[in-house]
């Protein structure tokens, strides 16, 4: 049962709706608000000049009225291109969300709260006069006594209840719409009310977003592509984060770009390298990456780079899907179908009872179109939503993290474009991310990580022989049943036979490439050739013992 507390509040989200005629733009929600259509006089006089903006247009005016909550969920709305019509998608993702600025004396005090210090032992100096403001917090300029530039972010106060109550809100909103909806099961409302709690939830903790930035600085603080400003731990809560102050313009002000003389052309490209090596080196990727987000530095103009701002939102894959995802997009740049379809099924996103051949056939029917056209005018993007549309028809499972990186791959595809309108996407992903593969599954690699795994490979070593006992004992008491026919009988004496020699043989080869991970470890230099020599054969046992199908 719904509190009755909500009432009012559902009542203006419904009179809002209706007064941007919302109750009519499709895909069933008409027919879920046509039983209130009684209280549509009782709203309001409609904006003037509604009748002829288009839907999604309408969307995002009405959640602006409704508040800055309902902004940040029309924000994760937009990132869930699967789920909603492209044009609402679209118009979704211009939402700004900016609200007029607390006052600065109430930030002072809030900071010396959170810092238990006055804000003149923090600071040298402290600007009250907000530099931006959002719903959830603002920024004021401040300087360290040592001299340095800081920038200051300060929670609103009682933001914390304010969320609570329109959180509960949207959550009601979602429970009517996951009863009443007709396409309920496909726009899974209540997934999307949790993924604007969790969003929410994680930006309501600064300390998070401090150790997030912390990360993608270190991950790149070698290298001239990307600039994270550095914490300042001492001054940073879960209330209060303070950063370096970093000067640059916005990656879609074309205008101060050309004027600093950056070549936008080789920019471009370095963002796009930029996106490929967050996601599939480092499982580290900044998934609010619009253009207010990424600065361009206008002082480095020999050698340009981007600015990363808000470390609210970040992404990261599990590594399987990082692995899947790479192969998916390998397969995608060689026009390699059939692996395509395989690559859905092997990871699992898709039932094992599709058949390959009409997944093939559909993957081939919405890529063929693009190669076309040429290289430089191909969205790689645009591709991946239209191929995770499709492959809904094959019941295909898509996961969250999966969506956020579609919404960041948007977002970098549209700044490289807007710094290169001709810049060949492909041409520049294609062998980065063919060179961050290489990498990552090299022997060298594969070396190090059996040598990190090794000591708890040691730890358990001890319990596998016992292991191994029960697992051979219980596999003898299921061939130990009354069976009619002799040949039945031998036929599965010799399959248990088969069964312990594998397993010997595979215990065998986890031994020497756990001997050969030691050897490497402990003495680089002199265990070179007996660890070579230990890998190779626990390598040989493992394909002598691992189990074949009968002929």
Known sequence: MMPVRLAPGLLRVIAVLFRYRLDDVGGGSDRMLAPLRWLRPFAGKPPSGIEGMDRGTRMRLAMTELGPIFVKAGQ???TR??????????????????????????????????????????????????????????VHAATLHDGRAVV???LRPGIEKRIARDVNLIRALGELAQRWHPNADKIRPLDVVAEVEKMLANELDLQREGASASLLRRNFIIGDDLYVPEVHWEFTTQGVLTLERVYGVSADDIAAIDAAGIDRKRLAEKGVR????????????????????????????????FIALDFGIMGS??????YWLAENFIALFERDYARIASLHVEAGWMPANVRLDELEAAVRTVCEPYFTRPLSQISIAELVVKLFQTARQFELTLQPQLILLQKTLLNIEGVGRTLDPDIDIWAVAHPVLKRILRERYSL????????????????????????????????????????ADPAELALRADDSQRTRRSMAFCLLGGVLLVCATLAFGLKPQNG????????????????????????
């Not at 894959?317 to 990082?322: F, G, H, I, K, M």
């Open 528 to 551: 070179g050739w007996p660890a070579a020599v230990a890998a190779v054969a626990g390598v040989l046992a493992f394909v002598v013992g691992w189990p074949r199908r009968r002929r």
């Open 81 to 138: 291109r699967d789920l909603i019509p492209p044009d609402i998608a679209d118009a979704l993702s211009l939402l700004q969300d900016q609200v007029p600025p607390f006052p600065g004396g109430e930030a002072r005090a809030i900071v010396e709260r959170e810092l238990r210090m006055p804000v003149t032992e923090a600071f040298s100096s402290f600007d009250e006069t907000a530099l931006a403001s959002a719903s959830i917090a603002q």
């Open 274 to 305: 930029l996106f490929y090596e967050q996601v599939f080196r480092d499982n580290f990727f900044h998934a609010d990456a619009h253009p207010g987000n990424i600065w361009v530095d206008t002082a480095r103009v020999g050698e340009p780079r």
């Open 444 to 483: 060298r690699n594969t070396l190090k990580q059996l040598r990190r795994r090794a000591p708890q490979w040691l730890h358990t070593a001890p319990e596998l022989p016992e292991l191994v006992h029960a697992f051979l004992r219980e596999g003898g008491r299921g061939t130990h049943r009354m069976v």
């Open 317 to 322: 894959l599990p590594e399987a899907d990082q």
């Open 152 to 154: 200051v972010k300060v």
């Open 76 to 78: 994760v709305l937009s």
